[in-house]
C-alpha cells in the first residue's frame, strides 16, 4: 500500500477519538472502546498485526492504566483526608487571605505551584493534585480540570526531573551515527549534545509559555465567568504577564545553566516566592474582585461529584499544619527523583515484570512504589496520624476516594490500551512503521523547507495518542532528527520543537483528560473538555512553530515570521481591551461610591 493510503488509515483511530469524544461529546467510558476495537481492527487487517502482539500492547495498556489510576487515587485521598480532617477548610481561607479574585488563585495554584508538582513528579500527578484543590477552593469541578490541564504544556517538558528530555529525548537519538557524528561536530557527546536541546527547549517554552496564565484566565472568564466576559480575564494582563516572567526567567535561566532535571521545579518554587507576596500587597492586581456565580446558577454540566464540605465542626489549624501534607509530598517526590540520592534506587527495587507477554516482543515492567501514587498514599496516612483523625472519618476518606476511582476506570482501561497498540504496531507481517511513524513521514513529505513550522504538531501527535511527552519524544525525536537533515536544517532545533509540540500535547491526551476529570469528581465530560482544550494547544504549537522556523530561517517575509506578527497582534490587541476593561471597572467603582 501506498503512504498516503497508510497515513489514511493510521488517522482513523484519532479521528475515531475526536469524532466520538469531541464532535458527539460522548463520555470517554463509551467513545473509548469503540476506539479500541477501531484500533484493534486496523491493526490487524491492515498491518498485519500478530494477534499475540496486539494482546500484549493492550496488557500494557492495561498496565500502565492501573498505574494512572493508583496515581489519582492517591491524589483524591489526600484530599478527602484534608477535607474529614477540616485542613482544606484552611488552605481555602489561606488562598482567599492571598487575594479572594478567582483569576489570581488560578494563577498562583496552577501556573506556579502546579509547575512545581509537574518537576518533581510528571505522571499527570499535577492535574490530578491542582483539580481537586481548585474544586476545595471554589472553582466549578469543570473549570478546575480546564486551568489545571492547561499548565501541562511548559513545565511537562522537564517534568519528573526532566525525564522527557534525559530520557525521552536521549532514548530516541541514542544509537545513531548521525547523531553522534553530529554532536561530535560540535565537540559534544550524545548526553551534552541531548543537554543543550534541552536549553533550546526552555527558551521556546519561555516565549511561548509566557502567555499562559492570561490564555488560562481568560478562558476560566470567557467559559465560567457570569458575564462570559473574555475582556474580564484580559484584565489582569499586567499581573498574568508579571506570573508568567517570575516562571519563565528562572525556568530558561536553570535549563541552560544547570541542565533539563530543574528547570520547572526551580521556575514553581522562585515564582511562588516572588508572586505570592507581590498579590498579598495588590501588586498589579486589578481594582476589581472577579468571582464566579453563585453555585446554585452553575450549569450543572460545570459540577461534578466531589463533595469537599467537611461533615461535621472541626477544629481550626494553623496553615502550617494544614499545608504540610503538601510540603512533605513535595519534598519525598525530590528526594525520591534525585538521582545522587538513594531513595528512588530504593523504590524501584521492586519490579513487577513480565518479559514477551503472549509471546509477543512486548514486555510489561511497573515499580508501583516508585509512582507518586504511593507516597501520596504513604503521605495520607501520615495525614491521618498528624490530624488526629477519627478512624470513621479517615474511612470516609477512602470510601469516597474508592468510588470516584470506579467511576473513571473504564474510560482509562480502554484508552491507554488503543494508545499501546497503535504505538506497538511496528511488529507486523507487511514490514510497515508503527502507525504514529506513518502519519509523521507523510506530512513530513509534504512540509519540506517548512518543517519548523509543522515540527510542534507532531510531537504533539504523539503525546495525544500516548499521553506521554516523553514517550513521544522517544517515538519522534530520530525522525525529526532525521527530517531535519534530509532538509538541511540544524536538527537541535527540530528536535526541541518535537518536545515543545510533545508539551503541548499532554493537554488534550485522553487520559489525561479523564485522570485530572476523575480526580475533581467530573465523570462523562471529557470530550467538552477536549473542546475547551484544543484552543491553547492549537496556540502553543502554532506559535512554538513560527519562533522555531524564526530560529532556523530568520525573520523576514516568511511564514514564521507572519506566525509570530499574528500572535504578536493579537496579544497587543488582547492588552488594548484588557485596559479598557480596567478603566471600566475602575469608572464603575467610582460611580458606586458617588451612588
Not at 472502546?33 to 491493526?43: D, H, K, M
Not at 477548610?89 to 479572594?100: L, V
Not at 488503543?418 to 513529505?445: K, T
Amino acid at each position: 500500500m501506498s503512504l498516503g493510503f497508510l497515513s489514511l488509515l493510521a488517522i482513523i483511530p484519532i479521528i475515531t477519538v475526536l469524532f466520538f469524544l469531541v464532535l458527539l461529546r460522548w463520555p470517554a467510558k463509551k467513545a473509548m472502546p469503540i476506539a479500541f476495537l477501531v484500533t484493534v481492527g486496523i491493526a490487524y487487517f491492515a498491518w498485519g498485526v500478530p494477534l499475540n502482539q496486539i494482546a500484549g500492547a493492550s496488557m500494557e495498556g492495561i498496565t500502565t492504566a492501573l498505574e494512572v489510576l493508583f496515581i489519582v487515587f492517591g491524589a483524591i485521598l489526600m484530599l478527602n483526608t484534608l477535607k474529614e480532617s477540616g485542613a482544606i477548610h484552611t488552605i481555602r481561607q489561606g488562598f482567599m487571605d492571598i487575594s479572594p479574585d478567582r483569576r489570581i488563585q488560578a494563577i498562583i495554584i496552577c501556573w506556579l505551584f502546579g509547575s512545581f508538582i509537574e518537576g518533581a513528579s510528571g505522571w499527570g500527578t499535577p492535574a490530578a493534585i491542582i483539580a481537586p484543590l481548585l474544586v476545595a477552593v471554589g472553582f466549578p469541578a469543570m473549570g478546575a480540570v480546564m486551568v489545571a490541564l492547561i499548565i501541562q504544556s511548559a513545565p511537562v517538558s522537564y517534568g519528573a526531573v526532566g525525564t522527557p528530555i534525559l530520557i525521552g529525548v536521549q532514548s530516541g537519538l541514542s544509537g545513531s551515527e548521525a547523531v553522534e557524528q553530529t554532536a561530535a561536530s560540535l565537540g559534544m557527546n550524545l548526553d551534552q549534545y541531548v543537554r543543550m536541546i534541552g536549553g533550546e527547549v526552555a527558551i521556546i517554552h519561555g516565549i511561548v509559555g509566557l502567555l499562559i496564565p492570561l490564555f488560562m484566565v481568560t478562558m476560566l472568564t470567557f467559559f465560567f465567568g457570569p458575564n462570559r466576559s473574555i475582556k474580564e480575564g484580559l484584565a489582569v494582563w499586567k499581573f498574568a504577564l508579571f506570573a508568567g516572567l517570575a516562571f519563565t526567567i528562572p525556568f530558561a535561566l536553570v535549563a541552560n545553566l544547570l541542565g533539563p532535571e530543574f528547570p520547572a521545579m526551580f521556575g514553581g518554587l522562585i515564582g511562588l516566592a516572588i508572586v505570592v507576596p507581590a498579590a498579598k500587597k495588590g501588586f498589579l492586581l486589578p481594582k476589581n474582585t472577579w468571582d464566579f456565580a453563585p453555585a446554585s446558577s452553575w450549569d450543572p454540566a460545570w459540577t461534578g461529584k466531589l463533595n469537599l464540605e467537611p461533615s461535621e465542626n472541626l477544629n481550626p489549624m494553623s496553615p502550617v499544619k494544614a499545608w504540610m501534607p503538601y510540603v512533605i509530598v513535595a519534598i519525598l517526590l525530590v528526594l525520591t527523583r534525585l538521582e545522587t540520592l538513594p531513595f528512588g534506587a530504593w523504590l524501584e527495587s521492586f519490579v513487577i515484570q513480565v518479559e514477551n507477554v503472549f509471546g509477543s516482543s512486548v514486555s510489561i515492567e511497573s515499580t508501583p512504589l516508585f509512582l507518586p501514587g504511593f507516597i501520596l498514599l504513604m503521605v495520607s496516612v501520615l495525614a491521618y496520624l498528624l490530624y488526629k483523625m477519627q478512624a470513621s472519618a479517615y474511612g470516609n476518606a477512602w470510601k469516597e476516594s474508592g468510588n470516584t476511582i470506579l467511576a473513571a476506570s473504564p474510560a482509562l482501561l480502554f484508552s491507554v490500551p488503543m494508545v499501546q497498540v497503535f504505538i506497538n504496531s511496528d511488529v507486523n507481517s507487511a514490514g510497515y512503521e508503527s502507525m504514529p511513524l506513518v502519519l509523521a513521514e507523510s506530512v513530513s513529505g509534504i512540509a519540506g523547507e517548512n518543517w519548523p513550522a509543522v515540527a510542534p504538531a507532531i510531537g504533539a501527535l504523539g503525546a495525544f495518542v500516548a499521553g506521554s511527552n516523553t514517550i513521544s519524544n522517544m517515538m519522534f525525536s530520530l525522525f525529526q532528527f532525521g527530517t531535519a537533515q534530509n532538509v538541511g536544517i540544524n536538527p537541535s532545533i527540530i528536535v526541541a520543537l518535537q518536545a515543545v509540540g510533545g508539551a503541548a500535547g499532554n493537554m488534550i491526551c485522553v487520559h489525561n483528560v479523564v485522570a485530572a476529570s476523575a480526580a475533581a469528581g467530573l465523570i462523562g465530560r471529557e470530550g467538552e473538555l477536549i473542546r475547551k482544550l484544543l484552543i491553547p494547544t492549537c496556540y502553543y504549537i502554532f506559535f512554538a512553530g513560527g519562533v522555531g522556523y524564526v530560529f532556523v530561517h530568520g525573520f523576514g517575509m516568511n511564514i514564521g515570521t507572519i506566525m509570530i506578527a499574528l500572535i504578536a497582534g493579537l496579544y497587543l490587541y488582547a492588552i488594548y481591551q484588557g485596559q479598557l476593561q480596567q478603566r471600566k471597572e475602575h469608572q464603575l467603582q467610582q460611580w458606586d461610591r458617588i451612588a
